[in-house]
Nanobody, 124 residues
């Protein structure tokens, strides 16, 4: 059962940018909090950002991710995005989104839905 689907990953040059997308084929993301996480190879999961349900759509970032990543949503496309810039090799990893009722304790909570992820590789 497909829950969330991520896209937009791939190979990027150091210093480059990518924009990841997260969509839900079977339900509306409008009233869900959606978070982005990544799993670098051989390392633990890292939280990146969370956007609250509409209409608030307030955003929160892990401090170390601020300035490099931007989360946004487009309800007309039922999608949440993660714009990534100034990419470095240590940004390499599997990036995935998760959805739930809110962004409360988003970095550590269990999520109702998640995708399988999209691979991002930053290399010259």
């Amino acid at each position: 059962q497909v829950q969330l689907v991520e896209s937009g990953g791939g190979l990027a040059q150091p210093g480059g940018s990518l924009k990841l997308s997260c969509t839900a084929p079977e339900f509306s993301l409008d009233y869900y909090g959606v978070a982005w996480f990544r799993q670098p190879p051989g390392k633990a999961r890292e939280a990146i950002s969370c956007i609250s349900p509409s209409p608030s759509s307030s955003v929160d970032y892990v401090d170390s991710m601020k300035g490099q990543f931007t989360i946004s949503r487009d309800n007309t496309k039922n999608s949440v995005y993660l714009q990534m810039s100034s990419l470095r090799p240590d940004d390499t990893g599997l990036y995935y989104c998760a959805a739930g009722g809110s962004c409360f304790r988003w970095e550590t909570r269990q999520w109702e839905y998640r995708g399988q992820g999209t691979q991002v590789t930053v290399s010259s």
